[in-house]
């Protein structure tokens, strides 16, 4: 364990962003899985675009606090997008 004041700060702060950041992951994953699992039940496209803006939504969050690179957030909102258009298209 450390035993100057600054690295003892520097542990606090540690502690804090890392509960942040699994916070905030955390519910990221939920939205996510509530996505996967409206569009695996072939829900109607309007519940399916819903859990997309609460996925999409959850994963910018994620990518302003820093917890995603930008451009991860923007690859996984795109796949989604992508399953979310296959799967109106295949209910059309």
């Known amino acids: 364990m450390a035993t100057h004041v600054s690295a003892l700060k520097r542990h606090r702060q540690s502690l804090r962003r890392r509960a942040r950041n ?17 569009v695996a039940a072939q829900n109607d496209p ?5 859990a997309l803006s609460k996925a999409t939504s959850a994963i910018a969050t994620a990518a302003s606090k820093g917890v995603l690179h930008k451009r991860t957030a923007a690859r996984k909102i795109s ?12 209910r059309a």
Do not use: D, E, N, P
């Open 46 to 50: 309007a519940l399916i675009q819903a």
């Open 79 to 90: 796949r989604l997008a992508k399953k979310a258009h296959a799967a109106t298209v295949a």
């Open 22 to 38: 699994r916070a905030v992951k955390s519910q990221m994953k939920t939205a996510i899985k509530g996505f996967l699992t409206a």
